[in-house]
């Protein structure tokens, strides 16, 4: 999926719970670059959880997009 934006509260990372106190607004211009490259070269799967998230999908290169407890539409091609 490439993604424009994320938007939400952090509410945990890796499963631990932390306080909803922190917004996140992230964008592909927002990411250093040297972090992304060294998370991809790490392999790395960070999982944080988010809450009241919104996102701007871009597009996605096959596949069905499957994520729990979300609400989204689709424009058809």
Do not use: C, F
């Not at 992230?26 to 988010?50: F, H, S």
């Amino acid at each position: 999926m490439y993604v424009e934006s994320l938007t939400g509260t952090l509410s945990g990372v890796e499963g631990i719970p932390l306080p909803p106190v922190l917004r996140l607004h992230l964008t592909p211009g927002t990411v250093p670059e040297w972090l992304y490259g060294t998370v991809g070269k790490l392999d790395l799967k960070l999982q944080p959880g988010l809450n009241d998230a919104d996102i701007d999908q871009a597009g996605q290169a096959g596949g069905e997009l499957v994520i729990p407890g979300i609400h989204g539409y689709g424009t058809p091609r």
